[in-house]
């Protein structure tokens, strides 16, 4: 048996249906907490959000009006609160009021200014909060969406695109009860001016940049495009002092998907001018200071972040009247591109199979039914789209599918920009120096290990050893120089945490090319890292990174001390595009391998090293300063033994590896430089006793070219480099250099010639 409370809820919901309002089901509030569970664990959430957001993604482009659909909803969910979708859906807007920030005193401050004597007599809602939702009718000459436009603080609105808790719901802050039932009204004329969208034309040279007018029904994509694009020029030109980058973003984001919809015939360099002319004054200047520069800045981001993204064209432009453009508008439309994908296919003309009943929103209290079939809407100005159309418009042709971007590499061959990456490694396997170089070599724009860099802004999160950090960067600025357009954020941002999304949001407006999380045990805390359900809780935290920013994202990670697979559950291997893998060999010396590298040729081993970098002594504490740095240029480049004997090529791969290696610094014992060498691909498809023996004569023909020198009383080696070896040909004899200051040429009898 249902109880009474849930009878309620059904009650109304199918009631605000039977007026010809649109249904949003949305979680509920039981024992304080919202059904949704928090998966955010903001510790607000439930106070402030539960029992206030829709249970379904797809809310907006399915409001419930069918009450056998709203039935079915509320027997499986009988506990939900009840919402309306505003705007359009519903033909009708909400000021919505706010006492916590003031909204009551905004209100009647408002009110006194514009000669009233009271609150509005429509249809009103008290909120859980204690605040007010006004009901108004939609205006005949412009669409209200969530733009609060020229409204004090604690006043919002929603409109198009959003939805409202209504009663009787009740959420984290209380019930929501009907105030004033009496019928929706129109808005007063000076509340619509505050709210309307700002009226501007672009300049004459703007508009003439080749669109269309509106006209025949084959020219509605582009007479929508130039209505709105003017409208986000308009919106730009209006935005006021603190919020213009965050306008010039939105506006700059929906004018690039415009020019990338081929219903638009728009060009980038079309939209562009649009942007353009409305950041700019009547006299040309920046307005609101916002100047050329900081304009194209967020050009560029906006690019990144759309890529090809498309805008798609509302199904009310498909035929009859145009309805005014919005430029927020978020209520989900309906694409052309499934029509237009086939060959031949007018994307204007019904393309045929049986039309898909959905309900209209028509007027308050009417009911009627609309023909939609794959994007083509016949006989009405307005419709809703089906979720199944939602999916069906995702879907690609393989043409569309080569046509979208390439991975544009970050280091080539190894990371790209846009993708999620991990560098994993055992304990003291020298990963977080990888890290390190990788951020500095990008924000400087110069090499990485003779790999091409794309330059770009690195955010790098130290959560485990600031201290260390520090040494590291001080280290690397004495032996390459300043780090340039690196930002290190030395404390721990949990994943799962409510600051997540400050982080986010922080980096969106950065866009850096390249996030380092190092590690990521430090920022998943009370994540079990052998859970998968867990694990991809952290892969969607960073993946909002990654689309937030279209950076490459890169974890810095652990594996087991057994094994070569990252640490934890297989969901992370499955997340990845890239996973590098560092393997010590030797004192200083380790090879980054890379396991994988989606869709892509994976790149071979590389062997590396470190190098002490000497500092100072603190004078505090006395401690010394000193630290590593990754060496450049280690290893053999490919190639370079080509043409020459099996012998000699062998010979000079240990010449190669003692001056990358052990070049510096107090050089190596001879069974550190052997087990070095017999870990070289090059020996790679030799037995152990075969792999002994390459090893003994290398060794034995450095040796006896005069190339090898023991540090004086101990049993340390390094190479005498002698610069005019050349990379192909033979070693030749060092006949000139002396070797450094306590070291000595070693020529013992007992050593084998080659």
């Not at 903001?42 to 206030?52: A, I, N, S, T, Y």
């Not at 049986?354 to 308050?364: H, M, N």
């Not at 060496?631 to 010979?651: F, H, M, Y």
Request: charged share 20%; glycine share 10%.
């Amino acid at each position: 048996m249902v109880d009474d409370n849930v009878s309620a809820a059904l009650d109304y919901a199918l009631s605000y249906a039977a007026r010809g309002w649109a249904v949003v089901p949305l979680h509920d509030v039981a024992d304080g907490r919202c059904s949704c569970g928090n998966p955010t664990n903001d510790p607000d959430h439930d106070r402030k959000q539960g029992g206030k957001h829709p249970r379904f993604a797809m809310w907006q482009a399915n409001p419930l009006r069918d009450p056998t659909a709203i039935r079915g909803v509320w027997s499986t969910y009988p506990h939900a609160n009840v919402g309306i979708a505003t705007g359009a859906p519903s033909r009708f807007w909400v000021l919505d009021v706010d006492p916590d920030n003031g909204g009551i005193e905004s209100l009647i401050e408002l009110i006194g200014m514009h000669g009233g004597m009271g609150p509005f007599e429509t249809y009103s809602v008290v909120t859980g909060s204690g605040g007010d939702h006004y009901y108004f009718a939609m205006p005949d000459d412009f669409e209200p969406t969530n733009r609060r436009g020229a409204l004090p603080r604690g006043l919002d609105v929603r409109g198009t695109g959003g939805q409202v808790v209504a009663p009787p719901s009740r959420s984290g802050k209380g019930p929501y009860r009907v105030a004033d039932a009496s019928d929706i009204m129109p808005a007063p004329g000076w509340l619509l001016e505050l709210i309307r969208p700002p009226v501007w034309d672009a300049p004459a040279g703007v508009q003439a940049a080749g669109l269309l007018p509106a006209g025949a029904v084959g020219q509605r994509g582009p007479a929508y495009a130039a209505a709105a694009a003017r409208s986000l020029g308009a919106e730009l030109h209006a935005a006021q002092e603190g919020t213009r980058n965050e306008t010039a973003f939105r506006v700059a984001c929906r004018l690039i998907e415009l020019s990338n919809a081929p219903w638009a015939d728009m060009s980038a360099g079309q939209a562009y001018m649009f942007y353009v002319a409305g950041a700019q004054g009547a006299d040309g200047n920046g307005v609101h200071g916002f100047s050329q520069a900081e304009a194209d800045a967020v050009w560029a981001h906006a690019a990144r972040q759309v890529g090809d993204g498309a805008a798609v064209l509302p199904a009310s432009e498909l035929a009859g009247e145009a309805l005014p453009f919005v430029g927020d508008s978020t209520v989900a439309p309906t694409s052309l591109r499934l029509a237009a994908g086939r060959a031949g296919a007018d994307p204007f003309v019904d393309p045929g199979p049986a039309p898909l009943p959905v309900r209209s929103p028509g007027a308050i209290g009417a009911s009627s039914v609309t023909s939609q079939v794959r994007g083509v809407t016949s006989g009405v100005t307005t419709s809703v789209t089906d979720p199944v159309m939602a999916l069906l418009d995702q879907m690609m042709t393989a043409e569309q599918l080569r046509a979208l971007p390439r991975p544009a590499p970050l280091v080539a061959g190894l990371l790209n920009t846009d993708s999620t990456a991990w560098l994993i490694g055992k304990s003291g396997s020298y990963k977080s120096f990888v890290a390190l170089d990788l951020a500095a070599r990008v924000g400087r724009g110069e090499p990485w290990q003779g790999r091409a860099v794309r330059q770009g802004l690195v955010v790098y999160l130290v959560a485990e050893g600031a201290a260390g950090m520090q040494l590291r960067t001080d280290a690397f600025e004495r032996a390459y120089g300043p780090l340039k357009d690196v930002l290190f954020l030395p404390r721990p941002v949990q994943a799962r945490g409510p600051e997540w999304t400050v982080l986010v949001e922080a980096c969106r407006r950065l866009a850096p090319a390249l996030i380092v999380l190092d590690t990521q045990a430090r920022i998943s805390l009370g994540l079990d890292e052998n859970s998968n359900t867990d694990m991809g809780m952290y892969v969607e935290a960073i993946d909002m990174l990654r689309r937030a920013t279209g950076a490459c994202v890169l974890s810095v990670h652990h594996i087991g001390r057994s094994g070569s697979d990252a640490r934890g559950a297989s969901a992370l291997d499955a997340a990845q595009d890239t996973e590098l893998r560092c393997h010590r060999i030797a004192r200083l010396a380790f090879e980054l391998h890379v396991d994988k590298q989606k869709d892509q040729d994976q790149a071979g081993v590389m062997r590396l090293a470190l190098r002490p970098v000497p500092g100072e002594v603190d004078p505090l504490t006395g401690a010394d300063r000193s630290s590593l740095v990754l060496d450049v240029g280690t290893g053999l480049v490919p190639g370079e033994l080509d043409g020459v004997s099996r012998r000699e090529a062998r010979a000079r791969a240990l010449y190669a590896l003692m001056r990358d290696v052990f070049g510096v610094g107090d050089g190596g014992t001879r069974a550190d430089i052997g087990t070095l060498f017999r870990s070289l691909p090059l020996l790679a498809d030799l037995n152990p006793d075969a792999k002994r023996k390459a090893w003994s004569l290398a060794w034995g023909h450095l040796v006896n070219l005069g190339l090898v020198a023991r540090m004086n009383s101990q049993e340390r080696f390094k190479i005498i480099v002698v610069p005019d070896q050349s990379a192909a040909g033979a070693l030749t004899p060092n006949c000139s250099i002396d070797p450094p200051d306590g070291w000595r040429l070693w020529r013992p009898d007992t050593e084998v010639q080659l």
